[in-house]
C-alpha cells in the first residue's frame, strides 16, 4: 500500500524536482518504508512506499520495465499477480523482484491498456509511456484506492490524495457550491467531483489516457445485476462461501505481519473465521469500544475472538474524541462526516501497533442488503405500489406538511414516511440517504450561496443512478446506487484515510469484484428474506458462527455524536461554529444554525447529524480553503 502523484508538461517547463519531492512529502503517512521519483522532459512521478511484497529495495519505485520502455507508480495489491507471473514467464517474460508491480509493467508490455481487465485487486497507478509520450492511469473497480486529478494546459496533476495537488501553487482552490450541498446531504463529495471546482476524482472502473492532445477517460468495468442465479437456496450458499473462503485466502499473502478488523458482527466475524480456518498459527484482532453501552460491542467481539482463539486486542474511545478530532479531519482533504471515521481511526492504530496489514468486513452490507435502510426502503415501495398514484401525489404530502418540526419520535418518523410515500422510489431512496433533513435546511443557507446553487439539488446523483442500474427489482437498483455512491464516496474513503493515516494497509475480501460480480446473480429475495437482512450470506457462515452471533440486532460502526456534541466535544464545536471568521457563516444564516444547537443542547430536538456535519466542514475549511 501505497501513495502516488505526479505532472505532465507537454506544453511548458511546469514542475521539477522539488515539487514532486513535496508531493510526495505530504503523503509520507502512505509510505513511510521508501519514496523516490522519476522526471523527464514531460513528465514526473512520485512514490511513497509501505512494503507489504518483497521486502527488498528491488520493490522501491518508481519502476522501469526491463527494456526502460515504461515507468510506473502503484498504489495497491494484485492478489492475483503470482498466477499471472506464472503466466508472464511462460510467455517469456522474466523478473528481477517478487513485486505485483513488476507483473503490472509486464502486463502492460503484453497486453496495452487492457491490462485492467486481467487483474484482481485494489489500484490505482500510472505508467508511463516513454515512447508513445503516454501516461496512462487507472482505478480499481470497486473505488478502494483513491485517485485525485486536475486537467490543466500540460496535461495534468494527479495524486493519491487532494494535498498533494495543492502542493502546486498555480492550483486554484475554488470552492464548488453544488459539492458543499452535496456534502451537507451525503456527508460526503461523490466521484467524480471534489471540493474545489476543476480538481476530480477518477470514477472507480475507469482509466485516464493524457498526452499531448488531450486526455480521455473510459470506463473498463460496471456492475450487472441483470442475471439472476437459478440455483437453490443451499447451493447458492455453497458457491457463496467458496468464494468468500477463497476471496479471504487470496488476502492472506503477504511477507508482513497480518490481522483483522473485529468488530463481532457478521461480516468481520465471518472473515476471522474463514482466517483462522487457513492459518497455522492465532490471528490478530482488533477491536474498538465505546463507554455507552449502546454502542459498545466489544463483549460480542472477545466471544468471536475466544471462539477462534485469536490474539486479541482492544481499545475504548472515551476522552480521545476532543483531543485527535482536527488531526484526523486533516487526512481528508476535502469535507466529510461520516462519524465513524473516528473509531476506524483508532482501529487503525491499534492494528498498526501489531500488524502491518489487516482484513475488514467491508462490503457486506453493499453486496447483501445489510443495512436498515434497505428492508425499511422495501417495506416503503411495497406500501408505494399498493396505493393509487393520485392518493400518494395529494394526501401524503399534506400529511407531510402537517407532520413538518414535529418532536415526537413517533410522529418525526410518520413525517419522513409521508415524505418518502409521495415520491417515487428513487427519491424515496434518496431520503434513506440524506444526513441532512429537508426540513431543516429549508430557510437555513445564506442568499449567495442559494443563488450560485442555481436550482441544484443533491437527488440528483441518487435518482440518475437508480435509473440507470442494470436491474429490474427495486432492492437490486438502490444497491447498485449504493455501489456508485455511498460505497466509494463514504465508506472506502474512510477506511482507507484512516488506515494509511497509521500506515495501515486494509483488505476487505467481501469487496473481491468476482465475489462481487457473483452477488450480484443472487435474487433479491435470498438478500433481504421475509425482512431479514443478509438472508444468504447468514445461511453461508452458519457453518461456524453462532445464531446469535447471525441474528442480533445490527449496531454497525456507530458513535454516540448526540452526546458527543453535548459533552466531549462541546467547547470545540462551538469555537468552530460560532467563532470562525469565514467557512460556515458564508453559506449558512447563523442565527439559525444558533437556534439547532440551542435545541440539541437542551434535548428539545435531535441535530446529531446536521451539527455534526457543520463542525467537519468548518474543521476542513479552517485547513485547506482558500476564499478566491
Not at 500500500?1 to 503517512?29: K, N, P, W, Y
Not at 477463497?246 to 468488530?263: C, K, T, Y
Not at 438478500?527 to 457462515?541: D, N, P
Request: with cysteine; hydrophobic share 40%.
Amino acid at each position: 500500500m501505497c501513495g502516488i502523484a505526479g505532472f505532465t508538461r507537454f506544453s511548458s517547463s511546469f514542475g521539477d524536482q522539488a515539487l514532486l519531492e513535496r508531493m510526495g512529502q505530504v503523503m509520507f503517512h502512505r509510505g513511510p518504508d521508501a519514496g523516490g521519483e522519476y522526471l523527464d522532459e514531460l513528465v514526473g512521478l512520485c512514490h511513497r512506499r509501505l512494503s507489504i511484497i518483497d521486502l527488498s529495495a528491488a520493490g522501491n519505485q518508481p519502476m522501469h520495465s526491463s527494456d526502460g520502455k515504461l515507468v510506473i507508480v502503484f498504489n495497491g495489491e494484485i492478489y492475483n499477480f503470482q498466477a499471472l507471473r506464472a503466466e508472464l514467464i511462460e510467455d517469456g517474460y522474466s523478473f528481477t523482484s517478487k513485486t505485483d508491480t513488476e507483473v503490472l509493467l509486464a502486463l502492460y508490455q503484453r497486453d496495452g491498456q487492457k491490462l485492467v481487465e486481467k487483474i484482481n485487486g485494489m489500484f490505482a497507478f500510472a505508467i508511463w509511456d516513454i515512447e508513445k509520450q503516454e501516461l496512462f492511469l487507472a482505478r480499481d473497480r470497486l473505488g478502494k484506492k483513491p485517485l485525485y486529478y486536475y486537467p490543466c494546459a500540460n496535461g495534468i496533476v494527479f495524486g493519491s490524495e487532494l494535498k498533494c495537488l495543492m502542493e502546486v501553487p498555480e492550483l486554484p482552490r475554488v470552492i464548488r457550491p453544488d459539492s458543499v450541498y452535496d456534502f451537507f446531504t451525503y456527508q460526503y463529495i461523490p466521484d467524480p467531483k471534489t471540493i474545489f471546482e476543476d480538481i476530480f476524482k477518477l470514477e472507480p472502473g475507469y482509466t485516464l489516457t493524457v498526452n499531448a492532445s488531450g486526455y480521455q477517460k473510459k470506463q473498463y468495468w460496471d456492475l450487472s445485476f441483470s442475471d439472476q442465479s437459478g440455483a437453490s437456496e443451499a447451493e447458492v450458499a455453497e458457491e457463496l462461501l467458496d468464494a468468500v473462503r477463497h476471496a479471504v485466502e487470496q488476502r492472506m499473502i503477504s511477507d508482513v505481519p497480518l490481522g483483522a478488523f473485529l468488530s463481532g458482527g457478521v461480516d468481520s466475524s465471518g472473515v476471522v473465521a474463514l482466517m483462522a480456518q487457513s492459518s497455522d498459527k492465532a490471528v490478530t484482532t482488533c477491536s474498538i469500544g465505546f463507554d455507552s453501552k449502546e454502542f459498545d460491542e466489544v463483549d460480542f467481539a472477545r466471544e468471536i475472538a475466544e471462539q477462534f482463539k485469536t490474539d486479541h486486542h482492544e481499545f475504548t474511545v472515551r476522552e480521545n474524541v476532543a483531543d485527535n478530532l482536527e488531526k484526523i479531519a486533516a487526512y481528508f482533504d476535502e469535507p466529510f462526516a461520516d462519524p465513524s471515521l473516528v473509531p476506524t481511526y483508532f482501529v487503525s492504530q491499534l492494528a498498526r501497533n501489531q500488524v502491518t496489514v489487516a482484513l475488514a468486513g467491508d462490503g457486506g452490507d453493499e453486496n447483501f442488503a445489510g443495512y436498515s435502510k434497505y428492508a425499511v426502503d422495501e417495506v416503503e415501495n411495497r406500501i408505494r405500489a399498493r396505493v393509487p398514484v393520485v392518493l400518494r401525489k395529494t394526501l401524503f404530502p399534506v400529511f407531510e406538511k402537517l407532520l413538518a418540526g414535529a418532536r415526537n419520535p413517533l410522529l418525526r418518523k410518520a413525517h419522513t414516511l409521508c415524505s418518502t410515500l409521495s415520491r417515487d422510489a428513487a427519491y424515496g431512496f434518496f431520503l434513506s440517504n440524506s444526513t441532512f433533513r429537508q426540513s431543516v435546511w429549508d430557510g437555513l443557507g445564506a442568499d449567495e450561496f442559494q443563488r450560485k446553487l442555481n436550482g441544484y439539488h443533491p437527488s440528483s446523483l441518487t435518482q440518475d443512478y437508480y435509473h440507470k442500474a442494470p436491474a429490474q427489482d427495486h432492492l437490486s437498483k438502490i444497491l447498485y446506487t449504493d455501489f456508485k455512491t455511498y460505497l466509494p464516496g463514504d465508506i472506502l474513503v474512510k477506511v482507507d484515510r484512516m488506515s494509511m493515516a497509521n500506515s495501515l494497509e486494509v483488505r476487505a475480501p467481501l469487496l473481491d469484484y468476482e465475489l462481487v460480480e457473483y452477488a450480484a446473480t443472487i435474487p433479491s429475495d435470498l438478500k433481504l428474506h421475509k425482512g431479514e437482512k443478509k438472508h444468504i450470506l447468514k445461511k453461508a457462515f452458519s457453518r461456524f458462527l453462532s445464531r446469535d452471533t447471525l441474528y442480533r440486532k445490527k449496531m454497525g460502526f456507530s458513535v454516540p455524536l448526540g452526546e458527543w456534541l453535548r459533552n466531549e466535544i462541546k467547547s470545540q464545536a462551538e469555537e468552530l461554529l460560532f467563532n470562525s471568521k469565514a467557512g460556515l457563516c458564508d453559506y449558512f444564516k447563523m442565527d439559525r444554525v444558533q437556534s439547532l444547537w440551542d435545541e440539541h443542547q437542551t434535548r428539545k430536538q435531535d441535530y446529531s447529524n446536521e451539527l455534526w456535519n457543520m463542525v467537519m466542514f468548518q474543521l476542513w475549511y479552517d485547513r485547506y480553503a482558500i476564499r478566491k
